[in-house]
């Protein structure tokens, strides 16, 4: 699905020009839009409230594109999370620290020179950082809705 300039703007504001996952500012134009509960999966895990996190029970099985199931993403992010729900995005980003030290002897080296530190913590994206929504700009909300409309209309 293509998204309107005015729907990008609308997600790109969802966390005032953040990542929902890492909190790196991100451009607008930079940005990309990724689907908490994946394109690919949704009709099942919706239909089988499987995956689903608790904010998004309210989704029926063709809220694909619902504005509540979309996410401003940076590209890192969006190409690590690809297809997976959030908890096993969670795990993936969880498994980075090991996979560094098994399987890159760049990493090792910088350790062992104190180039780099581990740091073992609990994976709490962004969103949930800083709570589910901020507040978007009137106008942007007011535009949405008023666009709404006209497409109701046609």
Known sequence: MAFTKLQREQIHQKFNGHCAYCGEVIK??????????PQSFFWGFVKSKIHVPDFLKHLTETDVNHNDNLHPACRVCNKWKATFHLELFRSEVSDQLKRLNDYSSNFRMAKKYGLVLEVSKPIVFYFERVGKNI?????LTDELSHEAQNEAIV
């Open 135 to 139: 507040l978007l700009k009137p106008e």
């Open 28 to 37: 607008l134009k930079d940005m990309q839009i990724d689907h908490i509960i």
